[in-house]
């Protein structure tokens, strides 16, 4: 199979054996919206694949996850020049790869635990040589976590539920993945802790506030979901060898699932839908929005009625032409 090696497998339960797998691997990149049919929630729509080939001896030059997103964002960004774009990424993609972007581009990633954190650069002191680009080295996350002051922070979902955070704040420099631009650094932990940290989110978008930053790094769950309902519904299942089968086929599965979301959002009944299930279902009365197993039933439904009409014979508009023609189909017969 091209492509083809072990790799992590985070839906794999953990304590359920090993969290290796073989197989190929996607970098995904998809685009975060807010759906009135699911009363605002947000789903991922992805929209740009690249197959990872791993590097060996005879490949040492093949780009790694990162970099190949960075190529796809880029494509986009080219495509939507006036845009202003926040990406999403797990602490794996933190890297080199994203220096240099556009100011109208920023990152939210979560923020590894060994990860080099510096004060700003200190204003030039007039001397000869180049100014300092980073200011002292911090001291590690689970030590600013004992020393900065942390406030409670009330984070607002999209389906308007509110949870309260403990939030430590700071502006700093991540100078390995993002060099010399600003990031705000957020370490967040719940109310019932008094000492630590739970996570640590990294942010290039240092005007918006802890709230916007934590809410928005909570968004990139949905990819996590979007490859659920992904290989729930056949993505992935295809045993492919030739090189365009492989680079084509689970693309073209999500981009189904892509098309499916929209097309639901556009010309579906999520309330008639639900009522149906929950007709079907009585058991499961906590169901407050469609899934898209509900979404794509629907497609399938109006795909087999469009196919039903198109062979079925036409109609006569008018039920006076239908009597008078009726005599003469008698006679015919």
Avoid at 76 to 82: A, D, E, K, S, V
Avoid at 159 to 188: H, I, M, N, S
Wanted: hydrophobic share 40%; proline share 7%.
């Amino acid at each position: 199979m091209l492509g083809a090696h072990y790799l992590h497998d985070g839906s794999q339960p953990a304590g359920q054996g090993h969290r290796t797998r073989w197989g190929n691997c996607f970098v995904v990149v998809g685009l975060v919206v807010c759906l009135p049919c699911l009363g605002g929630r947000r789903v991922c729509l992805p929209v740009l694949f690249r197959l990872l080939r791993p590097r060996d001896e005879a490949q040492p030059d093949r780009l790694s996850q990162p970099e190949l997103a960075r190529e796809m964002v880029e494509l986009i960004l080219r495509r939507f020049p006036g845009r202003a774009v926040h990406l999403l990424c797990d602490g794996a993609y933190a890297t080199k790869a994203w220096r240099g972007l556009k100011q109208r581009v920023t990152i939210t990633t979560r923020v590894r635990g060994n990860a080099a954190i510096y004060e700003m650069a200190p204003p030039p002191t007039g001397r000869r040589g180049r100014p300092a680009l980073k200011g002292r080295r911090l001291p590690s996350l689970a030590k600013l976590a004992e020393t900065i002051p942390f406030k409670p922070v009330t984070i607002t979902g999209p389906d308007g539920r509110e949870r309260t955070e403990q939030v430590a704040e700071l502006v700093c420099l991540w100078y390995g993945p993002f060099y010399t631009r600003p990031v705000k650094l957020l370490l967040v932990r719940s109310v019932e802790r008094t000492h630590g940290h739970d996570i640590a989110i990294a942010s290039t978008d240092t005007d918006a506030s802890a709230a916007e930053l934590i809410d928005r790094y909570a968004s990139r769950w949905t990819i996590k979901t979007c490859f659920q309902e992904g290989k729930a519904n056949g993505v992935g299942q295809a045993r492919n060898r030739v090189r365009k089968a492989v680079e084509r086929t689970v693309p073209f599965g999500f981009l189904c699932q892509t098309l499916t979301i929209i097309w639901y959002q556009l010309h579906g009944d999520a309330d008639r839908d639900l009522r149906a299930r929950r007709r079907l279902a009585p058991w499961y009365p906590h169901k407050q929005t469609v899934s898209y197993s509900d979404m794509l039933a629907a497609l399938r439904r109006e795909l087999i009625r469009a196919e039903f009409r198109s062979q079925a014979p036409r109609r006569t508009p008018s039920p006076q032409i239908a009597r008078y023609q009726a005599p003469s189909a008698l006679t015919a017969a």
